[in-house]
């Protein structure tokens, strides 16, 4: 039996979504509940129930908002990423409007259960989706204060998952290195974009390259500094999980500063090994889990 192609609008659909990112936003909030819950994966089912329902409701709201961005960057696109379905008519604009708004509905609708069964799940929710539409809608043309919107809501993604997992507070380490991380990589891709930007004041544009490059490699120094957090907190660094731990996010601080040794040059190539070091962290995070 011959295999049935795929419609030829399915994979312009996944690239306007961004498959990818939908993945670690998912992956993201499960790791964040099983790290808050500290139990591996020995966990009752309605709390592998819950954490489903949270890590669909992320990808659906990721998605949702990468469409949104794709529909209001549409002139920009032609310069910096002239590939994107949008700017090639591979998806019309009312389908992806139509797109945006399902994947919004859907991302709330799914969760409804756990938030009645834990109501900080939707209180973040609610301050992440708030948070997505003022960035597209206000604060991505306004440089860095969007930069620090998109890496807030990455850290609301463990926050997301920790609070299905229970003990949110044990995510604070691990929300703000993800805080950081993503703020180096977002100055990075604005470096990448300088030429073709147009009409939004990011850190290259208003305070120069070398300006830029010494915050992005800060954030990245801080992150690495916080992340031995764990260890001295709740971890025991004599355990296998602390052993564990501590080899996963040394490999991982180790691709990060690969991520910014040659800035400001090799621009894609130092945001491409920030995504690869953010990987290996999720690995690390997913080792306390075991604690």
Not at 56 to 78: F, K, P, Q, Y
Not at 80 to 98: F, K, Q
Not at 158 to 182: D, N, Q, R, S
Not at 275 to 286: E, G, P, S
Request: charged content about 15%; some cysteine; proline content about 4%.
């Amino acid at each position: 039996m011959r295999a049935v192609p795929p419609s030829d609008g399915v994979l312009p659909a996944l690239r306007l979504v961004r498959a990818g990112n939908l993945g670690v936003s998912f992956v993201g909030t499960i790791v964040g509940g099983l790290a808050a819950r500290g139990t591996g994966i020995e966990a009752p089912v309605t709390f592998w129930i819950e954490i489903l329902l949270a890590a669909i409701s992320t990808a659906c709201i990721t998605g949702g908002g990468n469409v949104v961005n794709d529909l209001l960057d549409r002139e920009v696109d032609r310069t910096n990423h002239p590939d994107r379905p949008l700017v090639t008519g591979a998806v019309s604009v009312r389908s992806a409007e139509v797109l945006a708004v399902a994947l919004f509905v859907a991302g709330v609708a799914v969760v409804v259960p756990v938030i009645l069964a834990i109501p900080l799940v939707g209180l973040i929710l609610a301050i992440a989706v708030a948070s997505l539409l003022a960035y597209e809608f206000r604060f991505k043309a306004r440089g860095f204060i969007g930069n620090a919107v998109v890496a807030f809501l990455t850290g609301m993604v463990f926050l997301y998952g920790g609070a299905v997992g229970g003990h949110i507070e044990l995510l604070a380490p691990f929300a703000a290195m993800a805080f950081l991380a993503t703020l180096s990589r977002e100055v990075i891709k604005d470096m990448e974009d300088v030429a073709g930007d147009v009409g939004r004041s990011t850190l290259p544009k208003t305070h120069g390259v070398p300006f830029a490059t010494g915050t992005a490699r800060s954030a990245v120094g801080v992150a690495a500094a916080l992340s031995i957090l764990p260890v001295v907190w709740f971890v025991s660094l004599t355990s296998v999980v602390g052993i564990m731990y501590v080899v996963l996010v040394a490999c991982a601080d180790a691709i990060f500063w690969v991520s910014i040794r040659y800035l400001p040059e090799r621009l894609h190539y130092e945001q491409t090994m920030s995504k690869v070091a953010m990987t290996v962290a999720l690995f690390a995070f997913v080792a306390v889990a075991f604690r």
